[in-house]
Antibody
Framework: EVQLVETGGGLIQPGGSLRLSCAASGFTVSSNYMSWVRQAPGKGLEWVSV???????YYADSVKGRFTISRDNSKNTLYLQMNSLRAEDTAVYYCARENTIYGTIDYWGQGTLVTVSS | SSELTQDPAVSVALGQTVRITCQGDSLRSYYASWYQQKPGQAPVLVIY???NRPSGIPDRFSGSSSGNTASLTITGAQAEDEADYYCNSRDSSGNHLGHVFGTGTKVTVL
């Protein structure tokens, strides 16, 4: 059974840093495309970043240069390092797996809330 | 980056049919996926590819597409179908290959 469990969210001051983790089970993270998607309170879904099985990474313009996606193959875990956080980064952050055949995100974690506020 | 536009809200009588549309340039190149999201829960994939349903998704959900528009149809809507629905596709605009989500449609079952 595919499972994704995010941790690491919390309250952080503007300008601060936070690292989110996503522990995967039931499949191999390094063999799949993995994304982070966020949802601000009361708002829609926003794609944040992807790491391909080959290691290439891409980011939404809104986080480029501030966020870094990575993975630890030995731990089967995905990460999102978030620096220079802003109030507008406040959201629930979801870890998600992509079905590369169809280009669709097929599994989601339960999400972790990041609140950027002084 | 690309944009996908959806109507903000639609309503449907119990047992009737409702169609939700999604428009955007990326849909000329990529199939849309559709997600159902209920309050406080993660999104759930309901349609992907040309018109595929994951295991466990009722066959009252179906998808179609033409040009820059994708549609999700719920035939015989049930009370439990009341939720927010988002479309999504790959996005190859700019210098990256990522994803783009629609603006979301709130479906109310009357």
């Amino acid at each position: 059974e595919v499972q994704l469990v995010e941790t690491g969210g919390g309250l952080i001051q503007p300008g601060g840093s936070l690292r989110l983790s996503c522990a995967a089970s039931g499949f191999t993270v390094s063999s799949n495309y993995m994304s982070w998607v966020r949802q601000a309170p009361g708002k829609g879904l926003e794609w944040v970043s992807v790491i391909y099985s080959g290691g290439s990474t891409y980011y939404a313009d809104s986080v480029k240069g501030r966020f870094t996606i990575s993975r630890d193959n030995s731990k089967n875990t995905l990460y999102l390092q978030m620096n220079s956080l802003r109030a507008e980064d406040t959201a629930v952050y979801y870890c998600a797996r992509e079905n590369t055949i169809y280009g669709t995100i097929d599994y989601w974690g339960q999400g972790t809330l990041v609140t950027v506020s002084s | 980056s690309s944009e996908l536009t959806q109507d903000p809200a639609v309503s449907v009588a119990l047992g009737q049919t409702v169609r939700i549309t999604c428009q955007g340039d990326s849909l000329r190149s990529y199939y849309a996926s559709w997600y159902q999201q209920k309050p406080g829960q993660a999104p759930v994939l309901v349609i992907y590819g040309k018109n595929n349903r994951p295991s466990g998704i009722p066959d009252r959900f179906s998808g179609s597409s033409s040009g820059n528009t994708a549609s999700l149809t719920i035939t015989g809507a049930q009370a439990e179908d009341e939720a927010d629905y988002y479309c999504n596709s790959r996005d190859s605009s700019g210098n990256h290959l990522g994803h783009v989500f629609g603006t979301g449609t709130k479906v109310t079952v009357l």
